[in-house]
């Protein structure tokens, strides 16, 4: 009986996996072709990998034809095999962070399952991870926020199951000897996943996880769990995982690679913000709030009542949970350069503490005040969205039509919050929180879902595609593009062509790219006079800028696609008896 248990128990969590996994993919897969590469992120990503491809590397990313180190090399590789699958596009760009966004959702199923042993509260909770805003954003784009954090993820919940130790008694001996295996197995499994996420965005992918397990160790006085024969291996397998690749671009390019990877993007950002705006004590707490929307009410709710709840409960997880979300916490919050997405390793967190009281609340009975009261809230987000598109969509009718053909997207997504909100509003009424809930779960990610199929209509404004293909069929390309800053990496990856920006005055990038940046209208006559026609990608800014220059030259735009300006600029010519002269 107790192994027919144990098979009937593995059959309903495949089942769940199988049916996470479907779902996932079609609210993170599904037209992710539609929306070309925007700029200014995704076009970097794949312009690093498509670049690798012509330099025939598999080892050096490359960027405007040079070596470029933000991130490590793990991103490429994912790339690249998905260029060679299915070809250079949107579609194969975002399918790594797709899939690993969906082995995301497996993830915290896994791991709540090990925790409280209920496989329909971990599939609630894969479900609430996967309906998540930002995790639905990430997992459409191509960052290596997603694959990174996921890895921290796989790590943490090795570490978990290693330390739950065996859920069955099955004798004192059988049970002390696969308590030794979990453990053996979790750590060196840990070292796995952390040299791994190491390779995606570089030494965070250890420090984030190895932090989380110090403090909750620390605090449960069990320090010396660490301290055994699978360290020591797992501390070799990281190291023959993490190291080579490092060990290899420090050979080959010594300090442009250690300057510009350990001191510019890492170092340096810890006191300087490449964000001034967000460089704000309050960012990051209430970044944790609204980027996990509509599970917003309930993160502040299991987090205000967390400590209570760690000193009540008996499990370890609350503890291991909040450990969790303190490392990633106390890791990015004294830093000066602040992105939602760097918090993002600890979201799979949230959403489990989210889900525990949602579950504890709709299905259990527990507080059950305290959730009907969060529903409200999120419901009343919904209206108050709901009635602020449904005004802007008649207060704003002529800008809206100048991006849109027709109203037909804005109509749709109004209907669907209206049958959200009206849904919703039917089941809070009858006290059916766990079906409101449901609803939330599968109309937010439809939401989503749906706004590659609005966006078609946006894309010139999300992406330089169009003016890209715009110049290359109708004009000849022999010289420097000069490009706004915004546009560059696009320009760069939908031509391949070199390229010069011009920001008047402004500052470089923050990561110096190998290109002509020209801040200063002596620089940006010094190209113009060097070509004898000059071709620009720009925004209405810059267009202002080049006029200034009408004396010595003349420019024309030749197309207007969404806010880029395509500019043509050569020398004016001067008349001299009867003969054109430059």
């Given at each position: 009986m107790q192994r027919l248990s144990v098979r009937l128990r593995c059959a309903g969590g495949c089942k769940n996996i199988l049916i996470l996994v479907v779902l996932t993919y079609f609210f993170f897969c599904f037209g992710n072709g539609i929306i070309s590469l925007s700029n200014p992120d995704e076009v970097f990503y794949a312009g690093t990998a498509k670049e690798m491809i012509n330099q025939h590397s598999w080892m050096t990313p490359y960027l405007f034809g040079q070596p470029q180190f933000e991130k490590p090399v793990f991103l490429y590789w994912m790339l690249r095999i998905a260029f060679m699958i299915f070809g250079i596009g949107s579609f194969a760009g975002r399918f790594f962070p797709a899939v690993f966004a969906s082995l995301g959702v497996v993830a915290v199923y896994l791991?709540?399952?090990?925790?409280?042993?209920?496989?329909?509260?971990?599939?609630?909770?894969?479900?609430?991870?996967?309906?998540?805003?930002?995790y639905i954003g990430l997992a459409r784009t191509i960052f290596t926020d997603m694959i990174f954090s996921v890895f921290i993820l796989l790590s943490l919940l090795a570490f978990f199951w290693g330390y739950a130790r065996a859920p069955e008694?099955?004798?004192?001996?059988?049970?002390?000897?696969?308590?030794?295996?979990?453990?053996?197995?979790?750590?060196?499994?840990?070292?796995?996943?952390?040299?791994?996420?190491?390779?995606?965005?570089?030494?965070?992918?250890?420090?984030?996880?190895?932090?989380?397990?110090?403090?909750?160790?620390?605090?449960?006085?069990?320090?010396?769990?660490?301290?055994?024969?699978?360290?020591?291996?797992?501390?070799?397998?990281?190291?023959?995982?993490?190291?080579?690749?490092?060990?290899?671009?420090?050979?080959?390019?010594?300090?442009?690679?250690?300057?510009?990877?350990?001191?510019?993007?890492?170092?340096?950002?810890?006191?300087?913000?490449?964000?001034?705006?967000?460089?704000?004590?309050?960012f990051y707490p209430f970044a944790m709030v609204w980027a996990m929307f509509p599970w917003s009410a309930f993160v502040v709710i299991s987090l205000l009542g967390l400590y209570k709840h760690i000193r009540k409960a008996g499990e370890p997880v609350y503890l291991f949970l909040a450990s969790w979300i303190a490392a990633v916490f106390l890791i990015f919050q004294p830093c000066h350069s602040k992105l939602v997405s760097y918090i993002f390793p600890m979201f799979p967190a949230l959403a489990i503490l989210s889900a525990d009281l949602i579950y504890r609340g709709a299905a259990q009975n527990q507080r059950p005040r305290l959730v009907f009261s969060a529903f409200l809230l999120t419901v009343l987000a919904l209206v108050v969205s709901y009635v602020g598109l449904a005004v802007g969509s008649v207060l704003f009718s002529r800008y809206i039509t100048t991006y849109l053909p027709n109203k037909l997207p804005v109509y749709i997504l109004l209907a669907l919050l209206f049958i959200l909100v009206i849904l919703c509003s039917v089941f809070i009424a009858c006290r059916r929180l766990l079906k409101t809930a449901c609803v939330l779960m599968?109309?937010?990610?439809?939401?989503?879902?749906?706004?590659?199929?609005?966006?078609?209509?946006?894309?010139?404004?999300l992406s330089s595609r169009d003016i890209c293909r715009y110049l290359q069929d109708n004009y000849k390309l022999d010289n420097t593009i000069l490009v706004s800053k915004f546009f560059t990496r696009g320009v760069r990856y939908y031509t391949e062509k070199k390229v010069a920006v011009i920001d008047i005055p402004g500052n470089g990038f923050f990561s110096p790219h190998p290109i002509a940046f020209l801040n200063s209208d002596s620089k940006v006559l010094d190209l113009l006079r060097r070509q004898p026609v000059t071709?620009?990608?720009?925004?209405?800014?810059?267009?202002?800028?080049?006029?200034?220059?009408?004396n010595e030259f003349d420019y024309k735009v030749l197309k207007v696609i969404g806010n880029e300006y395509l500019v043509r600029i050569k020398p004016r010519t001067l008349t001299i008896a009867g003969r054109g002269v430059e």
């Amino acid at each position: 009986m107790q192994r027919l248990s144990v098979r009937l128990r593995c059959a309903g969590g495949c089942k769940n996996i199988l049916i996470l996994v479907v779902l996932t993919y079609f609210f993170f897969c599904f037209g992710n072709g539609i929306i070309s590469l925007s700029n200014p992120d995704e076009v970097f990503y794949a312009g690093t990998a498509k670049e690798m491809i012509n330099q025939h590397s598999w080892m050096t990313p490359y960027l405007f034809g040079q070596p470029q180190f933000e991130k490590p090399v793990f991103l490429y590789w994912m790339l690249r095999i998905a260029f060679m699958i299915f070809g250079i596009g949107s579609f194969a760009g975002r399918f790594f962070p797709a899939v690993f966004a969906s082995l995301g959702v497996v993830a915290v199923y896994l791991f709540s399952l090990i925790a409280f042993k209920d496989e329909k509260k971990a599939f609630f909770t894969g479900l609430v991870l996967m309906s998540s805003g930002l995790y639905i954003g990430l997992a459409r784009t191509i960052f290596t926020d997603m694959i990174f954090s996921v890895f921290i993820l796989l790590s943490l919940l090795a570490f978990f199951w290693g330390y739950a130790r065996a859920p069955e008694p099955i004798g004192w001996f059988g049970v002390r000897l696969l308590r030794k295996e979990k453990k053996a197995g979790g750590i060196l499994l840990f070292f796995v996943f952390s040299a791994l996420a190491v390779l995606t965005k570089g030494p965070l992918g250890f420090f984030i996880p190895f932090m989380a397990i110090v403090i909750f160790l620390a605090l449960k006085k069990e320090l010396k769990f660490i301290f055994s024969k699978a360290t020591l291996w797992g501390l070799l397998v990281f190291i023959l995982i993490a190291f080579p690749w490092y060990l290899l671009m420090i050979k080959k390019y010594g300090s442009s690679f250690t300057h510009e990877f350990f001191y510019n993007d890492h170092i340096r950002r810890i006191f300087e913000a490449e964000h001034s705006s967000n460089d704000t004590w309050h960012f990051y707490p209430f970044a944790m709030v609204w980027a996990m929307f509509p599970w917003s009410a309930f993160v502040v709710i299991s987090l205000l009542g967390l400590y209570k709840h760690i000193r009540k409960a008996g499990e370890p997880v609350y503890l291991f949970l909040a450990s969790w979300i303190a490392a990633v916490f106390l890791i990015f919050q004294p830093c000066h350069s602040k992105l939602v997405s760097y918090i993002f390793p600890m979201f799979p967190a949230l959403a489990i503490l989210s889900a525990d009281l949602i579950y504890r609340g709709a299905a259990q009975n527990q507080r059950p005040r305290l959730v009907f009261s969060a529903f409200l809230l999120t419901v009343l987000a919904l209206v108050v969205s709901y009635v602020g598109l449904a005004v802007g969509s008649v207060l704003f009718s002529r800008y809206i039509t100048t991006y849109l053909p027709n109203k037909l997207p804005v109509y749709i997504l109004l209907a669907l919050l209206f049958i959200l909100v009206i849904l919703c509003s039917v089941f809070i009424a009858c006290r059916r929180l766990l079906k409101t809930a449901c609803v939330l779960m599968l109309f937010i990610p439809v939401l989503f879902s749906i706004v590659p199929q609005v966006s078609k209509y946006i894309d010139p404004y999300l992406s330089s595609r169009d003016i890209c293909r715009y110049l290359q069929d109708n004009y000849k390309l022999d010289n420097t593009i000069l490009v706004s800053k915004f546009f560059t990496r696009g320009v760069r990856y939908y031509t391949e062509k070199k390229v010069a920006v011009i920001d008047i005055p402004g500052n470089g990038f923050f990561s110096p790219h190998p290109i002509a940046f020209l801040n200063s209208d002596s620089k940006v006559l010094d190209l113009l006079r060097r070509q004898p026609v000059t071709y620009c990608v720009l925004k209405k800014t810059a267009l202002q800028d080049i006029q200034r220059f009408s004396n010595e030259f003349d420019y024309k735009v030749l197309k207007v696609i969404g806010n880029e300006y395509l500019v043509r600029i050569k020398p004016r010519t001067l008349t001299i008896a009867g003969r054109g002269v430059e």
